[in-house]
């Protein structure tokens, strides 16, 4: 079984559409990122958390926001989704004394016509 | 700040020839610097990690890197190409000062191997 997964893999939606992408990791880790994936620019990190009450933003958080429900969980939600939020998204965990060692899950393909 | 530059977009290899993918990376600390390797509809599996231990870091598939300050590069190398080492190749650097452990990411460097 993967250690980091990620639900779901793919999603159509339209734009003005509330979307949610979740990620859960069976790793015990207690760090948890999101990132987005554009052709030619690498990832870029929208959120991060060190553990459940301690959420921050990235360099583009804008239009995104995030829940840590549990250690384990992490959800990416899109209020209002606009074209250009197609991409591929990303998450990672990491553990405290290691954190800069992540570790991804497979990815969710959004595309938002 | 801390900052990556993959050198090339793309770079084609003969399967059975040597592999080098170049990086330089800018960083105001000490860096910790990876390598992470993404096939066709994958997520990102880490291949290798430098943390300021060896300067010579051996990862995963034969791939190894040299960690070298004066120049500021950390390029990727393998000595020889296999099919299965197509993918798309990202260099991150972390910079450990920082206290947050932010990663930043090249823009990626696709490997092609031809048979």
């Known amino acids: 079984d993967a250690d980091v997964t990620q639900t779901p893999r793919n999603r159509i939606t339209k734009t003005g559409k509330r979307i949610m992408l979740e990620c859960s990791q069976t790793?015990?880790?207690?760090?948890m990122y999101w990132y987005r994936q554009d052709p030619g620019l690498g990832l870029r990190l929208i959120y991060y958390?060190?553990?459940?009450?301690?959420?921050n933003k990235g360099e583009i958080s804008d239009g995104y926001s995030v829940s840590r429900q549990a250690q384990a969980k992490f959800s990416l939600s899109l209020e209002s989704a606009i074209p250009n939020q197609t991409a591929l998204y990303f998450c990672a965990t990491s553990v405290h004394g290691e954190a800069d060692t992540q570790y991804f899950g497979p990815g969710t393909r959004l595309t938002v016509l | 700040a801390q900052s990556v530059t993959q050198l090339d977009s793309h770079v084609s290899v003969s399967e059975g020839t040597p592999v080098l993918l170049r990086c330089n990376y800018s960083s105001s600390y000490s860096p910790s610097l990876f390598w992470y390797v993404q096939h066709p509809n994958k997520g990102l599996q880490l291949l290798l990690k430098y943390t300021s231990a060896a300067t010579l870091v051996k990862g995963i598939n034969g791939f190894e890197a040299e960690f070298k300050k004066s120049e500021t590069s950390f390029h990727l190398t393998k000595p020889s190409a296999h099919m299965s080492d197509a993918a798309e190749y990202f260099c991150v650097v972390s910079d450990r000062g920082t206290g947050r452990r932010a990663l930043t990411f090249g823009s990626g460097t696709r490997l092609q191997v031809q048979p």
């Open positions: 790793k015990g880790h207690d760090r």
């Open positions: 958390s060190f553990d459940v009450k301690d959420i």
